[in-house]
């Protein structure tokens, strides 16, 4: 692994701790879902953390989407980053969050918490999801409205199905309360206009580690496991800590 040296071009402020970094970079090699650690030199030491590509492979320019985690090392210098400012990118991209690793379905159901949305932003925008499943579902839940980021690029995808949460407060069309609630009372599949079962679905689960796990609960009582190469099943998880 080498570190290669990027530049940002620009640094979107979506709220006072929602930024997204557009950066360029020597060209890298990846699958849209995975992850590549970026890293700053802070009191003569690299700090380096994997964010998720929300760019899709063909698009030359990287980009980051992050939260300010008041008290982490990195994500605060990040968001303070500047146009024209470098920070560092290692050349060796990874992660299993990819389609090659999934196997085929009816519905394929992107679910995200927070900035667990970003790989799915990367993935969309390939030809893969649309060739391989009659469904593609997007779920991204959030504390707060304004936390719904990216709804542009979303609005560009043609027939993908997105369906949002918003837990701490009401907001018209999103759902209330957890994705794992919604799972077991058939409000996700109601929003979302497909059945969620072991028949016809692959469920992706990014984001909270704790949604991760209560997620997995409330699918395995529908009959899904996750999946192995060894041991096919119908969850795939990514935690971002
Ligand atoms: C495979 C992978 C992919 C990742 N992709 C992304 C990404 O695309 N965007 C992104 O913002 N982060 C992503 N992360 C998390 C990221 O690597 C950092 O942990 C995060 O930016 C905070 O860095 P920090 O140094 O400030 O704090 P850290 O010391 O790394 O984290 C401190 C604490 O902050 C909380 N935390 C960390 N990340 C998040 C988060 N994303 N949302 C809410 N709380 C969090 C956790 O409680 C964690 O223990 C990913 C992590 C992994 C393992
Ligand atoms: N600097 C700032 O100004 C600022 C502002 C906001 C956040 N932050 C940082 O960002 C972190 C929070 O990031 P975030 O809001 O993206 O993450 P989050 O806490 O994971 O919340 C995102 C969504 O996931 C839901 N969720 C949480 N646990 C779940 C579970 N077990 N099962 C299902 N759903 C679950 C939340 O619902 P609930 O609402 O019900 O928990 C919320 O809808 C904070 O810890 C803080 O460090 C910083």
């Known amino acids: 692994m080498t570190w290669l040296e990027g530049t940002v071009i620009e640094n979107r402020h979506w709220s006072e701790a929602l930024f997204s970094l557009r950066v360029e970079a020597p060209a890298l ?10 890293a700053l030199d802070i009191d003569g030491e ?6 998720s590509f929300v760019n899709p492979p063909q698009d030359p ?8 985690v008041p ?15 470098r920070l560092y990118v290692a050349s060796n991209p990874a992660g299993f969050l990819v389609l090659a690793e999934v196997p085929d379905a009816e519905t394929l159901w992107l679910v995200s918490t927070g900035t667990g949305i970003a ?6 925008r390939t030809e893969a999801p649309w060739q391989r499943f009659r469904n593609v579902v997007l779920v991204h839940a959030v504390r707060y409205s304004k936390e719904l980021v990216y ?23 999103s759902l ?21 079962s072991a028949e016809s679905s692959h469920v992706m689960l990014c984001g909270n580690p704790q949604m991760l796990k209560d997620a997995t609960a409330a699918l395995a009582e529908r009959g899904m496991r996750k999946h192995r190469r060894r041991n096919p099943g119908h969850i795939t998880v990514e935690s971002f800590w």
Not at 119 to 124: E, F, M, R, T, V
Request: zero cysteines; charged letters at 25%.
């Open 71 to 85: 008290e982490g090392p990195l994500s605060p210098r990040l968001e303070r980053l500047r146009a024209g400012e």
């Open 151 to 173: 709804r542009e690029v979303i609005g560009k995808i043609p027939n993908l199905r997105y369906v949002t949460f918003v837990s701490r407060e009401a907001h018209p069309g």
């Open 46 to 51: 690299r700090v380096a953390r994997p964010f």
């Open 176 to 196: 209330a309360g957890r994705i794992p609630a919604a799972i077991r009372d058939g409000r996700l599949e109601a929003a979302a206009g497909a059945a969620l």
């Open 29 to 38: 090699v990846f699958q849209a879902g995975q992850f590549v650690r970026i």
């Open 61 to 68: 320019v990287l980009e980051f989407y992050g939260i300010v």
């Open 119 to 124: 790989p799915y932003l990367s993935i969309l």
